[in-house]
């Protein structure tokens, strides 16, 4: 991109506009395994500045020339969605302000790049939270899991990002802005006869939805988490109403760009019980998952570290966890949270004297930090390098809850024979865990066996009517993927909805769309790092 567009962009933004090297170079990765250099990034100060942005890449896409336009947050994004080959926003910067805080309403309005820790610190300073926070909370942003329809340890009770979405900004692809909320049939026809274009999206958006009704619900998976496309079916309800937010949350920047968010808070008493439980056989810990599901006072956190993973921590950290766990090391390691209460609920306590082979409960919270350290100490796994080998962020896929067993064989048998030498753990509530296997990217060999075992993954995940998008969504690492999860007809949904809110592609192109591996082989870096995040823990 010529420096015309650079000096263009400087004389009319309020927000600095800036193409060296050096920063290009700092923003053409986010934590995946690809890199590409943008040609500038753009720190807007306000909506404006993103506004004008918008609109000049669209009147040069209108003549035929495209320049792409990827908003970030701290791009910790673990699927090559962060990064593009034309204009980084960059939110952290400026617009990271609190806006609102009303504790009555219960609800937070704020600017995309906010830190995401820092916020959550405020509301507790208010007896409040933000639940869905993902793991790496300290280190991201509100936008980026907005962007990312983020979830974390407590979303076995509270769900994703998108169930606490009030009300959002969305800067379009022309640099029009468009509010979104749940809206009634009312105020639904009045968004109808806009004639802009925002009532071009919401008149074919509700087109597409009543056209297509049987095609829709095909979106609902029986996995509690599903961030593979868009969330269509979450958009219009059987009274009616009607709300864009669910798609923008998880689009990944590919449907517009936030510049503001209303969330809705939850009330926060860090007092907690915390139980951590020992199964000595996966059909009793998948019983015992079923049963979780059921029980009247539901956990907010249901947590695996399997044998795998504490074997690895015993090997690379061999102190870390001695004077709490010996051998013989337990075969899954299960933690609970229930909130706001000192003791476990009865059912919950019943449930483990059936299944499980052990367990402890503390609601202390001194003894408490024993349970976190052993279900944290799988961050050392993730941050520990061995020579040029890395462990990468490529498996992010969820089952329904009723066929964990058969996924952690799977999984078991996939490590084995693909020597991938790697530990597993994760959200098992929700049927999502990770796998980190240690490769090296400067090498051919483990580069053709990442595509290889993502396709072997995949199979696995699909044959258990799982998804390949748990929590990360699809970035450009699954978009070649996204269309086995579909039937052709939804696929075709997802397709037309993007066409819908970014009719030329100006918006984070080849994330969701247009990536084929082919495409992947070519922007795979050869030295992974978490450069971006070292200053915290690497958490997940
Ligand atoms: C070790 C590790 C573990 C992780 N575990 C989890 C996990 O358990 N759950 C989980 O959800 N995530 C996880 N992540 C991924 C990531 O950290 C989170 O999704 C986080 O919320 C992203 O925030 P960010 O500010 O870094 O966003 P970025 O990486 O900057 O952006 C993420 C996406 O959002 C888009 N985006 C950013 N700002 C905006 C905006 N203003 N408008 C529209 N789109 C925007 C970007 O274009 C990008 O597509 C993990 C990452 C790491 C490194």
């Given at each position: ?22 920063a ?23 909506e ?14 209108e ?9 970030r ?48 610190q ?7 939270f ?80 009543e ?82 599901n ?37 075969r ?112 051919v ?56 809110f ?18 992947l ?12 995040i ?7």
């Open positions: 991109m010529s420096s015309k567009v650079a000096h263009y962009l400087q004389e009319h933004l309020v927000g600095e506009v800036i193409d060296s090297s050096d290009r170079r700092y923003f053409s990765s986010d934590n995946s395994i690809f890199q590409i250099a943008p040609s500038l990034i753009v720190y807007p100060r306000n404006n500045d993103i506004r004008k942005t918008a609109r000049f890449t669209w009147q040069l896409a003549r035929g020339r495209l320049i792409p336009l990827t908003p947050g701290a791009g910790t994004d673990e699927t090559g969605a962060a990064i593009g080959s034309g204009i980084i926003i960059a939110f952290t910067a400026h617009m990271n302000r609190i806006l609102e805080l009303n504790t009555k309403t219960k609800t937070v309005t704020v600017e995309p790049g906010i830190n995401y820790g820092k916020l959550q405020v509301l507790h300073t208010h007896g409040a933000l639940p869905p926070y993902p793991p790496g909370l300290d280190y991201s942003t509100i936008g980026g899991a907005i962007g990312n329809n983020a979830s974390g340890e407590k979303s076995f009770k509270y769900g994703s990002t998108r169930g606490f979405i009030k009300a959002l900004r969305v800067v379009l692809a022309n640099g029009e802005v468009m509010e979104t909320k749940r809206l009634s049939k009312r105020e639904l026809s009045k968004k109808l006869g806009l004639a802009t274009f925002e009532g071009e999206i919401y008149r074919s958006i509700d087109t597409l939805i056209e297509n009704h049987a095609v829709v619900d095909q979106f609902k998976l029986n996995t509690s988490l599903n961030n593979a496309g868009y969330g269509l079916y979450q958009v219009k309800q059987k009274d009616g109403s009607f709300d864009l937010s669910p798609l923008i949350a998880g689009s990944q920047g590919t449907l517009g760009i936030v510049s503001e968010a209303s969330l809705d808070i939850e009330d926060y008493n860090p007092a907690s019980c915390l139980l951590m439980a020992e199964f000595d056989s996966v059909e009793k810990l998948q019983q015992a998952l079923l049963a979780l059921n029980v009247k006072e539901l956990p907010s956190s249901v947590e695996l570290v399997d044998q795998s993973a504490l074997e690895e921590i015993f090997r690379l950290n061999p102190n870390h966890l001695k004077s709490l766990i010996s051998a013989p090391l337990p899954f390691l299960v933690f609970m949270e229930f909130e706001n209460v000192k003791k476990p609920p009865k059912s919950a306590v019943k449930l483990l004297d059936t299944l499980a082979k052990g367990y402890d409960i503390s609601a202390d919270p001194e003894r408490q930090i024993n349970f976190h350290k052993i279900r944290e100490a799988v961050n050392v796994i993730s941050a520990h390098n061995e020579g040029l080998l890395r462990p990468l962020p490529l498996f992010d896929g969820a089952v329904p809850v009723d066929r964990v067993r058969d996924y952690l064989d799977g999984l078991h048998k996939l490590i084995k024979n693909n020597n991938l030498g790697s530990a597993l753990w994760g959200h098992i509530g929700e049927g999502n865990l990770v796998i980190k296997p240690r490769l090296n990217l400067g090498q060999g483990d580069r053709q066996k990442i595509f290889r075992v993502l396709d072997e993954y995949y199979k696995l995940v699909l044959s258990l009517s799982g998804t390949i998008s748990a929590t990360s969504g699809d970035g450009r690492l699954r978009t070649p993927y996204i269309e086995r999860m579909y039937s052709p007809e939804a696929y075709a949904l997802l397709v037309k909805v993007k066409q819908i970014d009719p030329y592609g100006t918006l984070n192109p080849g994330v969701k769309f247009g990536t084929t591996v082919e495409d082989k070519t922007i795979i870096r050869s030295d992974y790092s978490l450069n971006h070292y200053d915290h823990l690497p958490r997940s």
